[in-house]
């Protein structure tokens, strides 16, 4: 993201919610790996949708989840995507997935197992579940961890700053 479309953003989201501050380096930090298009929709999303916001609400949480919400395909559409190369490819073939979490799915059950299983729906079920898991963690993998302890360290001086003449 361009650091003009987070300002704008931002100015957005000030407008429609005076009550509410936004520090700019926090929000550059934690969302500058989105697009700026998407990252625009989603501010425009939340300040469209959100009728009220509570002082414990975390806007930058939701903006990354509406802004990411379009880049995972569902379980369903994994699965679908496993049916049809089941049918393109069949048991000895090797299948191509377009996303790399259908893949993982498909090598955590087996292939092969998937191919010639009698109980499809058992399979879908644990395809299910082990894509769920797989994609909770890539999402959970996208905040970066320096990122993060960056903004610790500088949360903790200003703590130190605040709390320095009082120790």
Same mark, same amino acid.
């Given at each position: 993201?361009?650091?003009?479309?987070?300002? /704008?953003?931002?100015?957005?989201?000030? =407008?429609?919610?005076?009550? /509410?501050?936004?520090?700019?380096?926090?929000?550059?930090?934690?969302?500058?790996?989105?697009d700026?298009?998407?990252?625009?929709?989603?501010?425009?999303?939340?300040?469209?949708?959100?009728?009220?916001?509570?002082?414990?609400?975390?806007?930058?949480?939701?903006?990354?989840?509406?802004?990411?919400?379009g880049?995972?395909?569902?379980?369903?559409?994994?699965?679908?995507?496993?049916?049809?190369?089941?049918?393109?490819?069949?048991?000895?073939?090797?299948?191509?997935?377009?996303?790399?979490?259908?893949?993982?799915?498909?090598?955590?059950?087996g292939?092969?197992?998937?191919?010639?299983?009698?109980?499809?729906?058992?399979?879908?079920?644990?395809?299910?579940?082990?894509?769920?898991?797989?994609?909770?963690?890539d999402?959970?993998?996208?905040?970066?961890?320096?990122?993060?302890?960056?903004?610790?360290?500088?949360?903790?001086?200003?703590?130190?700053? =605040?709390?320095?003449?009082?120790?």
């Amino acid at each position: 993201m361009q650091k003009e479309m987070l300002k /704008k953003g931002l100015a957005i989201l000030a =407008l429609t919610f005076p009550e /509410k501050k936004f520090d700019g380096k926090v929000w550059w930090e934690l969302l500058n790996d989105i697009d700026d298009k998407k990252f625009l929709i989603a501010v425009k999303d939340v300040c469209s949708t959100t009728k009220e916001l509570y002082p414990g609400t975390n806007l930058i949480a939701i903006i990354r989840e509406i802004a990411l919400s379009g880049m995972y395909l569902l379980s369903g559409e994994a699965w679908e995507e496993v049916l049809k190369e089941v049918s393109r490819v069949g048991y000895v073939g090797i299948p191509k997935f377009k996303d790399a979490i259908t893949e993982k799915a498909v090598n955590c059950i087996g292939w092969k197992t998937i191919c010639a299983s009698e109980m499809i729906g058992v399979e879908r079920s644990h395809f299910t579940k082990i894509y769920e898991q797989l994609l909770d963690r890539d999402k959970s993998e996208e905040v970066k961890l320096e990122d993060c302890k960056q903004i610790n360290r500088s949360g903790i001086d200003k703590v130190k700053g =605040l709390i320095g003449g009082i120790l």
